[in-house]
Structures are given as structure tokens and as C-alpha cells.
Nanobody, 116 residues
Framework: QVQLLESGGGLVQAGGSLRLSCAAS????????MGWFRQAPGKEREFVAG????????YYADSVKGRFTISRDNAKNTVYLQMNSLKPEDTAIYYC?????????WGRGTQVTVSS
């Protein structure tokens, strides 16, 4: 089992940047496919970005493509989400997810608020 702890959220003006981090417990971090999701008030949780085991392949939702970058450091058991050119519609709670086979593990989330 893995435990996830997100950090790096906060309040930023439109056009600004934030870098989210997700630190994972355990010694098998490199076995998990990692992803970032977000949930805005009154909306369902949605996929934002994903990265494969080695970090060599990344995936993005169309809404963030070209603005967000996901990366992972398996030596530090951490996955990152660099968010640039932030928009008010990016405001949400951002969650980190680890997937191993058919099992998903979630962090508690970090709030990102983008003011216009």
C-alpha cells in the first residue's frame, strides 16, 4: 500500500504559476503509474495529467495541454505538476493518484485557487 501527500497549492493570480508535489511512502514507488486529477466545486473529479512508470511517457487533458507538465522522480518517490499560465477555471482541489494494476490510491488533495 502507498500513502500520498500533496503540497504546493495556494492562491495565485491568472497567468501565474504553481508547482504541485506529491510525496509517496513506501519503497515501490516506481511500480505505480501516477496521475493528477482535480475537482472543482459542484463538478466531478477529472483527469489532468498522467505519467508512466519510468517518466518517459506523459498524458494530458486537452484543457491543460501546453500549460501543465507532469514529471516524476523515482529516487525521491515524488511526482510533480508544474502549472503555468493558470486560468480561473483551473481553480479546484488537486489530487494525486497512484495506480497499481486495478487498485488506485489517492491523496487528500491540495487547493489551487486562481484569481482573475
Amino acid at each position: 500500500q502507498v500513502q500520498l501527500l500533496e503540497s504546493g497549492g495556494g492562491l495565485v493570480q491568472a497567468g501565474g504559476s504553481l508547482r504541485l508535489s506529491c510525496a509517496a511512502s513506501g519503497r515501490t514507488f516506481s511500480s505505480y503509474a501516477m496521475g493528477w486529477f482535480r475537482q472543482a466545486p459542484g463538478k466531478e473529479r477529472e483527469f489532468v495529467a498522467g505519467v508512466n512508470l519510468s517518466g518517459g511517457t506523459t498524458y494530458y487533458a486537452d484543457s491543460v495541454k501546453g500549460r501543465f507538465t507532469i514529471s516524476r522522480d523515482n529516487a525521491k518517490n515524488t511526482v510533480y505538476l508544474q502549472m503555468n499560465s493558470l486560468k480561473p477555471e483551473d481553480t479546484a482541489i488537486y489530487y494525486c493518484r497512484a495506480r497499481l494494476g486495478a487498485t488506485d490510491y489517492w491523496g487528500r488533495g491540495t487547493q489551487v485557487t486562481v484569481s482573475s
